[in-house]
């Protein structure tokens, strides 16, 4: 799975809505404080925002896709506010 494809699983499993200017990594990035249940490496990790508005204190949104076959493993808060 690509990462093209997996940002598309994100926004599928997101309802149908778009992410708000997603990165996609290929790795947990650092500032993210979940608790980690799947091996490095084995999937995609869709980081987004929230909210539009500016200048709000909120965590992004973290979507884990695995690159096998494209289940989403994780749809939650990052944890990377402040």
Do not use: F
């Not at 997996?6 to 309802?15: K, S």
């Not at 992410?19 to 091996?39: A, G, M």
């Amino acid at each position: 799975m690509t990462a093209k494809e997996a940002l598309e699983v994100a926004t599928a499993h997101n309802g149908g809505s778009p992410q708000i200017d997603p990165t996609v990594h290929d790795e947990l990035p650092p500032n993210c404080s979940v608790h980690q249940t799947w091996k490095a490496g084995e999937c995609w990790h869709i980081l987004s925002d929230q909210d539009r508005r500016k200048y709000v204190l909120r965590s992004s949104r973290l979507i884990v896709v695995r690159k096998s076959d494209g289940s989403v493993l994780y749809n939650g808060e990052a944890n990377d506010e402040g």
